[in-house]
């Protein structure tokens, strides 16, 4: 029985619309916020000169590289690639299925709900209102409404695939259901959190666990939202462009499921050679090289199916795109990989080499197979001719330079600032530079990077402009299809038996527990699980060998099954982030720190770590001294041998704020004691460390007179705001839930306890004679007063306190600990 | 059932490359055999997981990182310790001003590490005050040019001080403390530091004998 079908082509035309103009938008943030790298200015004193001196500031809150960096990475992410794969994924998902998408309101709901999701992700993130965790920076409700529409259109997509008119499910169908589930997975676990109010959230884990859950969700965001669905995308649109068979089924299968069961284990290659348990370590870089060739599998399934079509490279912009950017995806699948080995990690970690690295991936990979699509999907969904070919290719080839320099300008930047800040004197005893000199030696590459952006970003426009031209050339056009109606027994069919308790399933997850036993298991055990698991293998082989057509019918069949393939594609990526983060959660807990503990704050501390966190320090600055001699040399104390950052130090950071990124010098060490009156009597809470209070008064208000050459921004709203007092109580409350130990307090004692130290702080001040521009007149008390309710007294607060730590003992130190496996093994060290 | 392609089957059967029956939208595939180097490279990193957990966990020949980074601390501790010693071996008051403070290019060190490290608490004219519009504001630090040494104003003492920060009986100025900048510079760099205040306050200095 044969019907007509219309696609659902209005769809795909609103989120490729979507995914231009945000991307443009997103790219644009992104060439603003390089430029603050140069100049300091960029972050709004340039208006000044833009409107001839009638907005006067030396620089504008929302407009600071602290609060554009999450807007930028947000509105690449999840707007311009995102809005992309749901072009993508709503035009083939159709076709491959033979059916209209199950629900054009969802899809409507879909399309609105996410662009209403960006609009205020677009507001909220200049306002500071973020959580602090990198790509999950927005806040609660609106981490609610993105559960929602995800929700939104997995039912519209798996509802699709429940009415499919086509017996087995395509390559690019897996790649997007994988999509669907592990982001689910990862969002929800990230964005836990304990509201303290509509616009603000503590995260409920904290220190190691928190860092540990970032980056679990961090890479996986990089792996299933900018890699899995725009591998189903190529699978889809590259064959159709080339007009050519895909190059091998069997590798498709290989590396897909060996692309998302490893991808999963490969968080913790963002937390080496720092006090992260070391076997974690180990997962976090063996996986990431592991994970190097499945990531390979699909180039090379890109590549070699344009085998006997690369001819049309002349002449066919869609496919030089295609070509260019599954290139860049196997150049920075190989890197990743690279940089995640410990010893180039120690070097090219929190420099522009990793800034670099994810470019080559986002402006190559995304942005290219985006433009390819765009181009291949316009005259399509317009009915008409691409508008201009010769635009395309010079998109192209500016595009391509844009990406050449930027990336070879951050490996430059990155690699050289690695050097310097390792770079010792003459006699090994010191370092050769000081951090704010390897920033200024860098500053050339900066401005290439940002020549290189622009470029890019232009070359967008001229998209834009095409895919314009194109569309006002024809009219909105919505294929119709004739297809066979499939009858209910021709798919779906296989029973949950016959998919889950099957000859190559049992035989993997049997070798794959064995794996795990061999990670946790006490010395001896261990090895024989490691046997087992061998054993296990090579029995595999055998039986394989023996009988292939029956491994191979029960993938056959797997395919035919949309919700069998659904759940061992959640088993598959659930498996790593369980085996990783549940152990640390068990494990790293206050009972068991041995060492350093961190110093609960007090309640303005707590407000000025609030401020640190909305102002987006951590996307310049670290906590996070690793436990490497240069850096232990910088940033420890004189005299302290062990001086790296001890996890305890961080235990009841909710959110961690370790950093990934060094545009400015570690803080880990910032703080110090309590300080002394002039009598020599201790004082009730304020603190002094390595720099005074009115260094850090100067330093807010102007950088670059405490430190000459610096490129941060000027923070002259802290002088004027006032510390949110208010609402401590809730943040506090919220605090104790998430599990920090705070005494019991009331609102009282919160607001006294406020007042005291914030006027020691302002104290402080005023008798070092800070000079406040907006209030020059103000003297003595007054001045006093003024100060103490402002925000910066409260971030010196913060600042002041970092890194203060107490000595602690566990009940049984030194002891083997279950789910511990660096307990359970002695090393050279501890013989 | 599963549908066995037939147009595999037959390809299989001639040993030539299968291009799968089954097409999608159009889509067909190939089912050529998995190129051995990538297959290679997917084994090498899986017994390199293997190999590399067994070294480090069985075979107790690889310190922890906290051990290295320890070890390896304390050697430059010691190390710096002894540059020290020697140094101070060939430092005196008397030397800092005679002969240190006397070379232009020694001068000329100390000014630029002055100005890089120091300037921003004491001011490039040694003043520690700075001008913000039309007011005099002081900065962090001491004044250097007010004739007060606070921690004593012989060269040696001023030496130690940069060394070691303030000393630990201080309550700081207005709360702050000068850190210990042995931790940065070499024992050379201080004593250049040194000899830059020299040549910068003579009159502070006219009193120190030479040998």
Not at chain 1, 147 to 164: D, H
Not at chain 1, 421 to 429: A, D, P, Y
Not at chain 1, 620 to 640: D, F, K, W
Not at chain 1, 777 to 796: F, S
Request: proline letters at 5%; hydrophobic letters at 45%; charged letters at 15%.
């Amino acid at each position: 029985m044969t019907t007509s079908i219309t696609y659902d082509d209005k769809s795909v035309r609103r989120f490729m619309i979507a995914s231009i103009f945000w991307g443009i938008v997103g790219m644009l943030v992104g060439v603003i916020i390089a430029l603050q790298l140069s100049r300091w200015e960029m972050n709004g004193k340039f208006l000044e000169a833009l409107t001839f001196g009638a907005i006067k500031s030396d620089g504008i809150s929302f407009l600071t590289f602290g609060r554009l960096r999450p807007l930028h990475t947000n509105a690449v992410i999840f707007a311009f690639v995102g809005n992309m794969m749901f072009a993508g994924v709503y035009y083939s998902t159709q076709r491959l299925c033979k059916c209209r998408m199950a629900s054009d309101l969802l899809s409507t709901i879909h399309f609105w709900g996410w662009q209403l999701i960006i609009v205020a992700a677009a507001i909220t993130l200049p306002m500071g209102f973020t959580r602090g965790k990198e790509y999950a920076e927005l806040i609660w409700p609106i981490n609610i409404a993105v559960v929602l529409i995800w929700v939104v259109f997995s039912v519209n997509f798996l509802w699709t695939l429940a009415k499919r008119n086509e017996p087995s499910l395509y390559v690019a169908l897996w790649f997007y259901i994988s999509t669907i589930v592990t982001v689910a997975m990862l969002y929800i676990v990230n964005h836990l959190s304990l509201p303290t109010s509509f616009t603000h959230s503590y995260p409920i884990f904290g220190g190691l666990q928190d860092g540990l859950v970032q980056w679990w969700y961090g890479h996986n965001a990089v792996a299933f939202f900018l890699t899995t669905p725009i591998l189903g995308i190529m699978y889809y649109f590259l064959p159709k462009a080339a007009n050519r068979p895909v190059y091998s089924y069997r590798l498709s299968i290989v590396h897909f499921w060996s692309l998302v069961f490893i991808y999963i284990w490969a968080g913790p290659h963002h937390l080496l050679n720092t006090d992260l348990p070391r076997w974690l370590q180990m997962l976090g870089m063996l996986f990431s090289l592991m994970l190097w060739a499945p990531s390979w599998g699909g180039m090379l399934n890109g590549l070699l199916t344009l085998r006997g079509a690369w001819d049309k490279l002349r002449t066919d912009p869609v496919i030089k795109f295609f070509a260019a950017g599954v290139t860049f995806y196997g150049m920075a699948t190989f890197e990743g990989p690279l940089l995640s080995i410990r010893a180039v990690n120690a070097l090219s970690h929190y420099t522009d080499w990793t800034i670099g690295h994810v470019h080559s991936g986002a402006l190559g990979w995304n942005g290219f197979m985006a433009a390819g699509m765009f181009y291949w999907l316009a005259p399509r969904l317009w009915k008409t001719q691409l508008w201009s070919k010769a635009l395309a290719n010079m998109h192209f080839w500016i595009g391509t330079v844009g990406i050449l320099l930027y990336v070879a300008a951050l490996w430059c930047a990155g690699i050289m600032q690695g050097l310097m800040l390792n770079q010792v004197n003459e006699g090994g005893t010191t370092l050769k530079y000081e951090f704010i000199e390897t920033l200024n030696d860098i500053q050339i590459f900066y401005w290439l990077r940002s020549i290189g952006g622009t470029f890019y970003l232009l070359g967008f426009i001229l998209c834009a402009i095409n895919i314009w031209k194109t569309a006002r050339s024809g009219v909105p056009h919505d294929e119709v299809v004739e297809v066979t109606l499939l009858e209910r027994k021709q798919k779906d069919s296989m029973r949950w038996g016959e998919a889950l308790l099957n000859d190559p399933l049992t035989h993997i997850v049997l070798a794959m527990a064995f794996i795990i036993l061999w990670f946790f298991l006490p010395p001896h055990a261990d090895k024989a699980a490691l046997v087992v698991s061998a054993l296990l293998c090579v029995k595999a082989i055998s039986a394989f060998k023996a009988n292939k057509e029956k491994w191979t019918n029960w993938h056959e069949r797997l395919i035919e099954n949309y919700l069998p393939f659904t759940v061992l594609v959640f088993v598959a990526v659930a498996i790593g982030g369980a085996v990783q983060i549940i152990p640390s959660l068990i494990v790293n807990r206050e009972k068991n720190i041995e060492g350093r503990l961190q110093e609960l704050y007090t309640p303005l501390e707590l407000a000025g770590r609030d401020l640190y966190v909305s102002e987006g320090c951590y996307n310049c600055h670290s906590q996070m001294i690793r436990t490497l001699v240069p850096e232990v040399m910088r940033y420890g104390r004189a005299g302290v041998p062990d001086d790296y950052s001890h996890l305890g130090e961080s235990l009841f950071d909710h959110p961690y704020q370790w950093g990934s990124k060094r545009t400015g010098p570690d803080l880990a060490r910032e703080g110090g004691p309590i300080a002394k009156d002039a009598a020599g009597n201790p004082l009730k809470y304020m603190r002094v460390g390595k720099r005074g209070n009115d260094w850090h008064f100067n330093h807010f208000l102007n950088p670059r007179q405490t430190s000459p050459g610096s490129n941060m921004p000027a923070y002259p709203w802290l002088f004027e705001n006032k510390t949110d007092v208010k609402s401590l109580p809730d943040k506090i409350r919220a605090q104790v839930a998430v599990g920090v130990p705070w005494p019991a307090l009331s609102k009282h004692e919160i607001t006294d306890m406020v007042e005291t130290q914030a006027q020691e702080i302002a104290k402080s001040l005023v008798d070092a004679k800070v000079y406040l521009p907006s209030k020059p007149d103000l003297k003595g008390d007054e001045l006093r007063n003024q100060l103490a309710n402002t925000q910066v007294v409260a971030l010196i607060a913060y600042m002041q306190k970092l890194g203060a730590y107490r000595e602690v003992k566990p009940e049984n130190p030194g002891q083997p600990r279950a789910l511990d496996p660096d307990s359970q093994r002695k090393t050279a060290a501890a013989k | 059932m599963s549908q066995e392609p037939k147009r595999g089957h037959f390809a299989k059967e001639k040993g030539e490359i299968i291009l799968r029956e089954h097409e999608y939208d159009g889509i067909q595939e190939y089912d050529q055999k998995l190129p051995n180097w990538w297959l290679f490279t997917f084994y090498g990193a899986i017994v390199w997981f293997v190999v590399y957990w067994v070294l480090y966990y069985h075979t107790g020949m690889f310190k922890t990182d906290h051990q290295l980074v320890k070890d390896e601390i304390i050697a430059v501790h010691a190390l710096k310790a002894a540059e020290l010693e020697k140094t101070l071996a060939t430092l005196n008051d008397s030397t800092l001003v005679h002969e240190w403070a006397t070379k232009p290019e020694v001068v000329a060190a100390g000014e630029a590490t002055y100005l890089a490290n120091c300037s921003a608490c004491h001011a490039a004219d040694l003043s520690a005050t700075m001008v913000a519009g039309t007011v005099t504001v002081p900065l962090p630090g001491l004044a250097l040019n007010d004739k007060v040494w606070k921690f004593g104003g012989k060269p040696m003492d001023i030496f130690k001080l940069i060394n070691d920060g303030s000393p630990p009986e201080s309550t700081g100025h207005n709360g702050a403390k000068m850190q210990a900048w042995g931790q940065t510079l070499s024992p050379k760099q201080i004593a250049e530091v040194t000899a830059y205040l020299i040549a910068k306050l003579p009159e502070d200095f006219k009193d120190i004998a030479p040998n």
